[in-house]
């Protein structure tokens, strides 16, 4: 296979970051990888690791002569990495990156260049696990994941094509929707999920008897509340990134658990069972355990 | 090992019902188990696959001679059950049951026999899958589980002493508590996250792109919806038995998605992340992955 891009630089060199240069490197996607990061220690582990092939902690050198960068910072990094590569980097580097939100992701890119660069291609794989940094990091993360490619319509069709053929060389599928649509639907499976989690094993732990509350949790509990364990400013930036889509979902679901509520106090069976039957169909059908 | 009990009587072979009698035949618990049910295909498969030593549809003969009667039946058919065993057992019979709320299974114990026997233990293995039916059934599904005893003021301590002896046989830890305590303990830990995902589910399955909204569902969806896989007739029953206990957990975690609300409309991080750095503690501390 040819490669796609001769050099890149990954901004953020975490799971994330990690992950996509050991795939990229593996599967020979790319010529050579550097790394940059504000933290030294990480990016000199991610080097020992074989993670990247050089690294520097200054973003100019760093990204010199890249015609791929790669902004796999946590959200709130990145809008003053942004102002940083303005000046850096040709109109012929593609510059794409990894954010949970989109939305805010673009108006960053906006704010920086007064505008999106056409090779601008702001992208998510819909991959992780509940660790972070680069020693959590593996080739296969992608492998049989969707990665959501968000396009505004300053971009060059050509930058999609080219990370579109990164992201399936590293194993994952392509899907392109808007930025909107991206943060509704991320909102719907994966923040509010995290939302409610966090919120939960929260409200237990302040219940006076929570030492003993969870010796009793079982599998269940367990499987519920595994992503709670998640790394919380990651999650708080996201929060606050995508605030409007997440408040949107939380308001039907809490309309949701008031109708519940009023069942479970009129003792009304068949209502409850109808929710729940409804549930575990749509589960049943439409997502592989 | 000497036998616990002579001859057992399993009322209903499922899941529970069914990985219990493996669990006491294979570890030579008990000398005779029989089981009974309305279903005489899954009494007959029961038979068939080994799990008991005889069956029959008629309640009288399948628990006659027996010193252990286990009710493992859904919740709500125990109060019929309760009532048709009243005239057949004699005082020295220990009857237990397996039921996920407690105060209803006593209260139903006192209605069927116009007060609590002294061989009624009531119990709650807090072990299953998702799954149910007697083919899922297997003998190592309380090993290492706690199984919860609540036994009430009237219940003779022997009776609680062979009830634990044979949950231990079987590989569980056990704990004994008040039956007020259980329900509340088990509303928060398995009940509530039962309702919430259950709900969750159902409320992205209504929302119109629907099909679509799973598709980008990644582990972290899986995990926590999970349960919501689980039996809606069973759930059904438990949300209507331990109603006031679930309610009251609902409500609590109602004021904190309140306030996770308010801190993402003012864009308070702080708080945000306060909120998901104590939850994330607690589950890492307290829940073992």
Known sequence: ???????????????????????????????????????EEQLKLAFELGV?????????????????????????AMPSILQMLVGLVNDDV??????????????AV???????????VAGHPIAGTEKSG????????????????????????????KVSQLWQ??????VVMTADHHDEVLAATSHVP???????????????????????????????????????????DISLENGDAILSVLNRFQQSIDELKQAIQKQDGQSIEAIYRRAKQARDEHVIN
């Open 194 to 236: 995290h939302v409610l989690a966090f919120s939960l094993v929260d409200t237990l732990a302040k219940m006076q008897e929570h030492n003993e509350i969870f010796k009793f949790a079982a599998g269940g509990f367990r499987d519920f509340t595994r992503i709670s364990s998640s790394d919380p400013q990651m999650w708080r």
């Open 52 to 76: 990247i092939d050089r690294y520097s902690t200054n973003l100019a050198e760093a990204v010199t002569g890249c015609d791929l960068i790669v902004l796999a910072t946590p959200l709130k």
């Open 1 to 39: 296979m040819a490669l796609i891009f001769n050099k890149a630089c990954i901004i953020g060199v975490g799971l994330i970051g990690g992950s996509l240069a050991r795939a990229v490197k593996e599967n020979s996607l790319v010529g050579e990888v550097s790394g940059y990061s504000r933290h």
């Open 169 to 174: 060389g590293a194993g994952a599928e392509v």
């Open 134 to 161: 680069v020693e959590a990091s593996f080739a296969e993360l992608y492998q049989d994941r969707c990665v959501i490619l968000t396009p505004t319509q300053e971009t060059d069709t050509q930058a999609v094509e």
């Open 94 to 107: 593609v510059i794409t990156d990894v954010g949970s939100a989109k939305r805010g992701v673009i108006k």
């Open 110 to 120: 906006e704010n920086a260049f007064g505008g999106i660069p056409a090779g601008f």
